[in-house]
């Protein structure tokens, strides 16, 4: 009798311990679920405007028109007004947080400006839809996302109607193409969280890749090759500007050999353009 109440007594305890369990997975879950539910509603910051502007069929040209970005009581960017022409290649150059990324993160609408306006083709960026604002212009920058799926996924994220031949042609401007079909699943290899299967300067030629796929009329580079040797990050170069109708770029660096190659190389300092000009100009003032 007392073999059979030990016997029932143990089966009691680990069914309770069995439930206990589940309750606390299922807190567990709730609690996830709320997390999930408070981000879902946040209301965006950035939308679309209740009547959207048309871009014209064709251009380039951007116009920061004393644009001012504070966060907090800080003020990151401090009255910067600057026009790129169509097909121009302007870099941005200066010490970390004199406001670089910031600048490039405005025309995408990724921050709105406090003060000013930034203006594609005469356009605020405000008054077009996300949608169009971003197949017209497109931001790669060093620390950009991949996504835990297939080369081939990856590069048309933002093109998924892409032909193979479209996606592998971005990839060969990019000087992606080699190292890809050097891979045993070419196109369709996975590439881990974050692609953890590729070295730095490979994500960064998947995500020029996923940027040229677009066919943007204004590109942002954010340090996007500098993970890069200097041979490769030459012939991406060639890539980016050799097409027969140039784009229009601007580019965040620190790096000499990389603002040499621009039409105009703009400095800023403390959130405020210092000084404008040709890089040989910048380097003898």
């Given at each position: 009798?007392?073999?059979?109440?030990?016997?029932?007594?143990?089966?009691?305890?680990?069914?309770?311990?069995?439930?206990?369990?589940?309750?606390?997975?299922?807190?567990?879950?709730?609690?996830?679920?709320?997390?999930?539910?408070?981000?879902?509603?946040?209301?965006?910051?950035?939308?679309?405007?209740?009547?959207?502007?048309?871009?014209?069929?064709?251009?380039?040209?951007?116009?920061?028109?004393?644009?001012?970005?504070?966060?907090?009581?800080?003020?990151?960017?401090?009255?910067?007004?600057?026009?790129?022409?169509?097909?121009?290649?302007?870099?941005?150059?200066?010490?970390?947080g004199s406001g670089k990324s910031i600048l490039l993160s405005l025309p995408p609408r990724l921050y709105d400006p406090?003060?000013?306006?930034?203006?594609?083709?005469?356009?605020?960026?405000?008054?077009?839809?996300?949608?169009?604002?971003?197949?017209?212009?497109?931001?790669?920058?060093?620390?950009?996302?991949?996504?835990?799926?297939?080369?081939?996924?990856?590069?048309?994220?933002?093109?998924?109607?892409?032909?193979?031949?479209?996606?592998?042609?971005?990839?060969?401007?990019?000087?992606?193409?080699?190292?890809?079909?050097?891979?045993?699943?070419?196109?369709?290899?996975?590439?881990?969280?974050?692609?953890?299967?590729?070295?730095?300067?490979?994500?960064?030629?998947?995500?020029?890749?996923?940027?040229?796929?677009?066919?943007?009329?204004?590109?942002?580079?954010?340090?996007?090759?500098?993970?890069?040797?200097?041979?490769?990050?030459?012939?991406?170069?060639?890539?980016?500007?050799?097409?027969?109708?140039?784009?229009?770029?601007?580019?965040?660096?620190?790096?000499?050999?990389?603002?040499?190659?621009?039409?105009?190389?703009?400095?800023?300092?403390?959130?405020?353009?210092?000084?404008?000009?040709?890089?040989?100009?910048?380097?003898?003032?």
């Open positions: 009798m007392l073999l059979s109440f030990s016997a029932w007594m143990v089966q009691l305890t680990n069914r309770i311990a069995g439930l206990l369990e589940r309750f606390n997975f299922v807190m567990q879950a709730k609690a996830s679920a709320d997390r999930i539910n408070a981000v879902l509603s946040v209301e965006a910051a950035i939308a679309d405007p209740p009547r959207a502007a048309a871009l014209p069929p064709s251009g380039g040209g951007l116009r920061f028109s004393n644009v001012s970005v504070k966060f907090g009581e800080r003020r990151i960017l401090d009255g910067v007004s600057l026009d790129v022409r169509a097909g121009e290649t302007v870099v941005l150059t200066g010490r970390s406090g003060e000013g306006g930034v203006f594609l083709d005469g356009v605020d960026v405000r008054d077009l839809c996300l949608e169009t604002l971003r197949s017209a212009v497109c931001l790669a920058s060093d620390d950009a996302v991949l996504f835990n799926d297939t080369i081939a996924a990856n590069i048309s994220l933002g093109r998924p109607d892409a032909s193979q031949a479209e996606i592998e042609q971005a990839a060969q401007l990019a000087q992606a193409h080699r190292f890809i079909t050097e891979m045993p699943d070419g196109y369709d290899a996975g590439i881990g969280e974050r692609g953890l299967t590729l070295s730095g300067g490979q994500r960064q030629r998947i995500v020029l890749a996923r940027a040229l796929l677009v066919g943007p009329r204004l590109l942002l580079l954010d340090d996007a090759s500098s993970s890069l040797d200097p041979a490769t990050d030459a012939a991406v170069w060639q890539g980016l500007t050799g097409r027969e109708q140039k784009r229009t770029m601007l580019v965040a660096t620190q790096r000499r050999s990389v603002a040499a190659r621009g039409d105009r190389v703009v400095l800023l300092d403390a959130g405020r353009i210092a000084a404008e000009g040709t890089d040989e100009e910048l380097w003898r003032t």
